[in-house]
């Protein structure tokens, strides 16, 4: 995992490479031996630590989950750039995968509104290089803990359009909430025509199917507008837990913590 409060002098240095180490995919093809599956349960453990000690300060963030293929010509990354923009005046961090495309565009917009902008990176083949808006990012090895912290430290969670990592992303934030593992945050899809596929899916397939329960389908809310999206956010998340979320602490060199 890399750690970075500024922008890498060379950006395609540590980000977006496939790692080299082949334990990462023999991790999950069934079991091994043991002294090699303690291994790599103290690498899982480092990786969860060194990103609690990276993202402790950061709050209150928002996630936004988006699609890194949209280029900045799509008419989707000046919505991603004005909900950015939105909930940085709103007083919240923008958190991001921190890659090009939409969550390029929510970082840009935060950062142009002087607000703070965190990117959580994953190590992949293609796509992934940190965009030039971020305060601070972090790059970790495996999905899962990259989305643990995406969620640990959130107030609420932005859907802009995307793939199958935004849709991974977004329902597992939904079974979270649904099954109560974590508070009820909110969950705002933006792009009513791109998401309005999926959202009768929910309607006309799982609810008359019974797969989900009527109060599930408002877990999530859909709109277009940047300012809606940033007073749904205000309006729930701040009146629950205003912005003090979360133990005050101090922070300690000797923990890493900046």
């Known amino acids: 995992m890399s750690l970075s409060s500024s922008q890498p002098s060379d950006p395609t240095a540590a980000w977006g490479q496939g790692s080299r180490d082949p334990s990462e995919k023999y991790l999950l093809q069934g079991p091994h031996q043991r002294r090699h599956e303690l291994r790599q349960a103290f690498r899982i453990f480092a990786d969860c630590v060194r990103g609690f000690r990276a993202l402790h300060f950061v709050g209150p963030c928002v996630t936004v989950f988006g699609s890194a293929r949209f280029p900045e010509t799509h008419p989707y990354y000046e919505l991603g750039r004005s909900v950015g923009r939105r909930l940085a005046e709103a007083g919240f961090t923008v958190m991001t995968g921190g890659g090009p495309g939409l969550m390029e565009a929510a970082n840009r917009g935060a950062r142009e509104a002087g607000g703070r902008t965190i990117g959580c990176n994953i190590q992949l083949p293609v796509e992934q290089r940190p965009n030039a808006y971020l305060d601070r990012w972090v790059e970790f090895r495996y999905f899962f803990i990259r989305k643990l912290m995406l969620l640990k430290y959130s107030y609420a969670f932005v859907a802009l359009p995307g793939g199958f990592g935004t849709l991974d992303e977004l329902f597992e934030t939904l079974v979270l909430i649904q ?23 929910f309607g006309d397939r799982l609810l008359r199917s019974e797969t989900i329960s009527p109060g599930d389908t408002s877990l999530l809310s859909v709109t277009d507008s940047a300012d809606e999206v940033a007073a749904l956010v205000r309006d729930r998340a701040l009146a629950q837990f205003g912005f003090t979320y979360g133990p005050r602490a101090k922070r300690r060199w000797y923990l890493l913590e900046r």
């Not at 974590?182 to 999926?198: C, M, N, Q, S, T």
Request: proline share 9%.
């Open 179 to 201: 099954t109560k593992k974590i508070k009820d945050f909110p969950v705002v899809l933006v792009g009513r025509e791109y998401w309005a596929p999926l959202t009768d899916f």
